[in-house]
């Protein structure tokens, strides 16, 4: 079993950044694809980053390339999701994701363990 526990959502101001870390336990972290998703209100769950154990192969939705970065610290078993330039539209709760995969994926139904999700919120 892994247990994720993410933090470091809140509000800001459209334009702000917030890091977003993402801690587990369970596991031997190295074995991990770690992933992040969010969702909006009223709308399906997406993909927003993910990255490979070594921390070499990382994959971004469309909309996140260039504001966003996932980086992992395996000293911590963290995962991080740096989120520059914020939009209102990036509001909703932000979910980390992990499985035992060799790549990372940007389907949720390739990870078995979640965490219990942190709000962000973008005031315009």
């Known amino acids: 079993q892994v247990q994720l526990v993410e933090s470091g959502g809140g509000l800001v101001q459209a334009g702000g950044s917030l890091r977003l870390s993402c801690a587990a336990s369970?596991?031997?972290?190295?074995?991990?694809?770690m992933g992040w998703f969010r969702q909006a209100p009223g709308k399906e769950r997406e993909f927003a980053a993910a990255?490979?154990?070594?921390?070499?192969?990382?994959d971004y939705a469309d909309f996140m390339k260039g504001r966003f970065t996932i980086f992992r610290d395996s000293a911590k078993n963290t995962v991080y999701l740096q989120m520059n330039s914020l939009k209102p539209e990036d509001t909703g709760v932000y979910y980390c994701a992990a499985d035992q995969r060799p790549l990372p994926s940007m389907w949720s139904r390739d990870y078995a363990y979640w965490g219990q999700g942190t709000q962000v919120t973008v005031s315009s």
């Open positions: 990255v490979n154990w070594k921390g070499v192969v990382t």
């Open positions: 369970g596991r031997t972290f190295s074995s991990l694809v």
